[in-house]
């Protein structure tokens, strides 16, 4: 009997434990929020070293990253785009997202504030200056002049820890912006002295900005991590990221997606017409005819077909790139199975899927473009992605010029990697300057071939192929398409 009163009142008393374990539980931590919600929401930055769209959709490092959580996690991604750094802190703030992946530095005073991963990218800090003025090569030189930095960075907080280390006349402004492109320019149209900025964001955009030159690292190392918000148990959620940084490390995929977004790789080939020539003699006599049989089917010109063909995959059919883009056409898996594509690496299969690809953008844009700006607007498409080229036409037209001529949207296409442009546009960030010279490319390959054509039936003339392509013949042949 006194046993059983005795336990009575704790079976009671185990129960009431349980239940507000249980109950505790409902509310749980942040690992089993995510589950519980069935996604994962990442607060990021809109810009070329994080997330923006290319043509096959989605990409970015960070994207790339927070995807991988989200599998791992066995829930669906939702990425929250910010346009600028205190954005996404006031974000984390709220509780409004699950963790900021952003291309965030490692820094005392977000330490203090938010628990936060371990570190996946290393890169230094630098003093970006331009060509032709004086290069400042250690701190007392940034004294007494006019720096830019983006508000709420990294490089604001080492700026006043330099101040406040006795480092007086150190004058900065801090630019609202998601990425260093409005820095950059300011530096390079001398409304700056110096812009401090990432490596890696430095390293991107650099091609941007030819005249920019790195004056020197400033400090250390830092590194990028991902921060979760302040409030909240995120300790097993940190765990689990730590865990897939780890994996990745050892793996050698976090080096791949390192090279991926951040190395030099552009997608686009500058292959010179030397090598061009060599290929039409070694590599095109094994894929002519195919390539003009299909090129008829789709009632284009095989010299266009067989350009694109070679600017997207140098005509190897098992072409492959690191994004698992394949085939003589380069298509995405989705893009080839919406194509009735089976076959990526069957040529024949392949230049189908992309002729028929083209045909159908060419008949979605605006029924205003003409051939041949309408042929050269359906390949930038192909490039960039149709949201892409619109964003370029509406801030044409927004800036006096004709949306539906090639000449003028080519000239706006680059301005979408820049972020005042891309701010204020639909789709974001884009590398704009891509889809320019993947047509520059084709119509130069496209020349050389019908010229090659009809040099086949008549004599050559004296003069070098590459300066010898007629205008006259160029236009005519290409309103046939
Ligand atoms: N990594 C920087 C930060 O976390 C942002 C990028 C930059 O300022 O270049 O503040």
């Given at each position: 009997?006194?046993?059983?009163?005795?336990?009575?009142?704790?079976?009671?008393?185990?129960?009431?434990?349980?239940?507000?374990?249980?109950?505790?539980?409902?509310?749980?931590?942040?690992?089993?929020?995510?589950?519980?919600?069935?996604?994962?929401?990442?607060?990021?930055?809109?810009?070329?070293?994080?997330?923006?769209?290319?043509?096959?959709?989605?990409?970015?490092?960070?994207?790339?990253?927070?995807?991988?959580?989200?599998?791992?996690?066995?829930?669906?991604?939702?990425?929250?785009?910010?346009?600028?750094?205190?954005?996404?802190?006031?974000?984390?703030?709220?509780?409004?997202?699950?963790?900021?992946?952003?291309?965030?530095?490692?820094?005392?005073?977000?330490?203090?504030?938010?628990?936060?991963?371990?570190?996946?990218?290393?890169?230094?800090?630098?003093?970006?200056?331009?060509?032709?003025?004086?290069?400042?090569?250690?701190?007392?030189?940034?004294?007494?002049?006019?720096?830019?930095?983006?508000?709420?960075?990294?490089?604001?907080?080492?700026?006043?820890?330099?101040?406040?280390?006795?480092?007086?006349?150190?004058?900065?402004?801090?630019?609202?912006?998601?990425?260093?492109?409005?820095?950059?320019?300011?530096?390079?149209?001398?409304?700056?002295?110096?812009?401090?900025?990432?490596?890696?964001?430095?390293?991107?955009?650099?091609?941007?900005?030819?005249?920019?030159r790195v004056a020197f690292d400033l400090g250390d190392e830092q590194q990028l991590v991902w921060f979760l918000p302040p409030d909240g148990d995120n300790h097993r959620l940190i765990q689990r990221i730590n865990a897939l940084f780890s994996r990745l490390e050892d793996s050698g995929e976090m080096k791949k997606l390192r090279e991926l977004h951040f190395g030099h790789a552009t997608g686009v080939s500058r292959m010179g017409s030397h090598t061009f020539s060599r290929n039409v003699n070694s590599k095109l006599p094994r894929f002519r005819e195919l390539i003009r049989q299909v090129a008829s089917e789709y009632q284009m010109d095989w010299e266009l077909l067989a350009a694109i063909s070679y600017q997207e995959s140098h005509w190897n059919p098992l072409a492959t790139s690191?994004?698992?883009?394949?085939?003589?056409?380069?298509?995405?898996?989705p893009t080839a199975r919406e194509l009735g594509v089976e076959n990526r690496l069957d040529p024949g299969q392949s230049l189908r899927g992309g002729a028929r690809y083209l045909k159908n953008i060419k008949r979605r844009l605006p029924s205003d473009i003409t051939d041949p700006d309408l042929t050269w607007f359906a390949m930038a498409a192909y490039n960039v992605g149709m949201g892409h080229l619109e964003d370029a036409r509406v801030i044409t037209q927004r800036q006096g010029g004709d949306p539906d001529l090639w000449a003028d949207v080519k000239k706006r296409l680059p301005l979408l990697q820049q972020s005042k442009y891309y701010q204020n546009t639909r789709y974001g960030y884009a590398r704009g300057s891509e889809p320019v010279t993947y047509v520059q490319n084709i119509r130069h390959y496209y020349n050389v071939l019908q010229w090659e054509g009809i040099s086949q039936n008549k004599p050559r003339p004296p003069v070098n192929t590459d300066d010898y392509l007629p205008t006259a013949i160029r236009s005519s042949r290409l309103s046939a398409l």
């Open positions: 009997m006194r046993i059983k009163a005795i336990q009575a009142p704790l079976a009671t008393a185990a129960a009431l434990f349980l239940l507000l374990l249980l109950g505790g539980c409902q509310q749980g931590d942040s690992l089993d929020q995510v589950r519980a919600e069935g996604e994962l929401r990442v607060v990021t930055r809109n810009s070329p070293t994080t997330y923006y769209q290319d043509r096959n959709g989605p990409t970015g490092f960070e994207y790339a990253l927070a995807s991988l959580l989200a599998r791992d996690l066995g829930v669906e991604l939702r990425i929250e785009p910010e346009f600028s750094l205190d954005a996404i802190f006031r974000k984390l703030r709220r509780s409004e997202a699950h963790l900021a992946a952003a291309g965030l530095t490692l820094t005392a005073q977000r330490m203090n504030e938010f628990p936060h991963s371990q570190p996946y990218y290393q890169f230094s800090p630098q003093v970006i200056y331009v060509a032709g003025t004086a290069r400042p090569r250690e701190l007392a030189d940034l004294t007494d002049k006019d720096i830019v930095v983006l508000a709420g960075s990294s490089h604001a907080e080492s700026l006043y820890a330099l101040q406040q280390g006795g480092l007086d006349n150190l004058a900065w402004r801090e630019v609202e912006e998601p990425d260093s492109t409005g820095l950059l320019e300011m530096v390079a149209t001398r409304q700056a002295h110096f812009a401090l900025t990432d490596s890696n964001e430095f390293e991107v955009q650099q091609g941007l900005y030819p005249r920019l690191p994004t698992g883009v394949r085939g003589m056409m380069m298509l995405t898996l």
